[in-house]
């Protein structure tokens, strides 16, 4: 049996369907993290009105109303943001706009960072965080990896164990990296799911000119299949990364989505009963899988990277739950991980407990 994981994500259904030979429609999907409330209403009325619309005509290549919209929300200027197909195309953009020669990454980390900096010809430098510190770089392996490389990521939280980083760190990072001339790209793709507010890095573009905020509205919003995320940066990163996309690359529908995100009366009220029933059910799910002998690390996002008893491996332990309709998201290839680690999504209570009910079954 290959790699589930072999396009190098989670939710590839399709896969492990193949593997296993189950309904790919029957699995339960532990492997992405997608919010369990699933999208608001808002965005499915927008769609059911959009639907003919936004089919047969080209979709506004210059996404003004998106931006005109986000930049309200935001508090920037609209020159500070481009919007993507995806937050991974924002990380193609940059890198294509930028051409560096290094790129510096903590791992574990979300594997774009690393596939689309060697796929435009950089090499790619680790630094690897300690499992004690929750996986975080330290601040002196952080300040290497500025002065070293010309960009570096650091996912906040981080994919995959759900760490943030003290925003003040990150801040005098970001000074560090004007002086030393290197682009800092801070990922909050599941910045939602924490306070926002509180640990945001977009209140310091204005003032800190080499730095990006990646930003992705398809995990919190559930809308993965649409693809919509956004750059904020200062006006010279986003003029050239906008120099660098394909026409029309952001579909109709998913502009039509981001919209009515945008524009949503309930949004507030979406964004809290989401953050309460992930604060909730993670803590729950964190001690169901203690029990069962699975260290887990503290994590803001809607997932958990886990470590299975000796004995088993993620691999293994994936074979076994994916015979029985469960689908996790093996992280052996991870760098700074080991054979034993894997990551759950956190899902609403019922979900959470056929997964623990399941791994009582294989473990026990």
Request: hydrophobic content about 45%.
């Amino acid at each position: 049996m290959g790699t589930i994981e072999r396009f190098g994500h989670g939710g590839d259904v399709w896969t492990a369907a193949d593997a296993f030979g189950v309904d790919r429609k029957a699995l339960l999907d532990f492997s992405a993290n997608i919010n369990p409330l699933g999208p608001p209403s808002a965005v499915i009325d927008r769609l059911g009105r959009e639907m003919m619309p936004s089919i047969v005509h080209y979709p506004d290549p210059g996404h003004r109303q998106m931006k005109k919209l986000l930049a309200a929300r935001l508090g920037v200027d609209e020159a500070l943001i481009s919007i993507g197909n995806g937050a991974a195309e924002c990380m193609a953009l940059l890198l294509l706009a930028i051409r560096p020669k290094r790129v510096g990454v903590i791992a574990p980390c979300f594997s774009e960072y690393e596939t689309l900096s060697r796929k435009f010809g950089a090499e790619v430098m680790h630094r690897v965080g300690s499992e004690d510190n929750d996986f975080r770089a330290t601040e002196s392996q952080l300040t290497e990896l500025i002065e070293q490389a010309d960009v570096v990521f650091i996912g906040h939280p981080n994919n995959p164990n759900g760490a943030l980083y003290d925003r003040m760190l990150l801040g005098r990072l970001a000074a560090l990296a004007e002086v030393a001339s290197t682009i800092l790209v801070i990922d909050e793709a599941f910045i939602d799911f924490a306070n926002e507010e509180e640990h945001s890095l977009i209140p310091f573009v204005h003032r800190c000119s080499n730095l990006i905020v990646l930003r992705s509205l398809t995990k919190f919003y559930a809308i993965p299949g649409l693809r919509l995320g956004y750059a904020i940066a200062q006006p010279q990163h986003i003029a050239a990364m906008s120099a660098m996309q394909v026409a029309w690359s952001v579909n109709g529908l998913a502009l039509a989505a981001g919209e009515a995100l945008l524009t949503d009366e309930q949004a507030d009220q979406y964004a809290a009963s989401t953050r309460a029933l992930i604060d909730e059910e993670r803590a729950v799910l964190r001690q169901q899988l203690h029990m069962l002998g699975i260290r887990t690390w503290p994590s803001v996002a809607n997932f958990l990277l886990c470590r299975s008893p000796e004995g088993w491996t993620a691999k293994s332990l994936q074979a076994e739950l994916c015979r029985s309709g469960i689908l996790i998201r093996n992280c052996d290839m991870y760098v700074g991980l080991t054979e034993r680690d894997f990551r759950l999504a956190v899902k609403d209570r019922a979900a959470n407990a056929i997964v623990a009910s399941a791994l009582a079954a294989v473990l026990q």
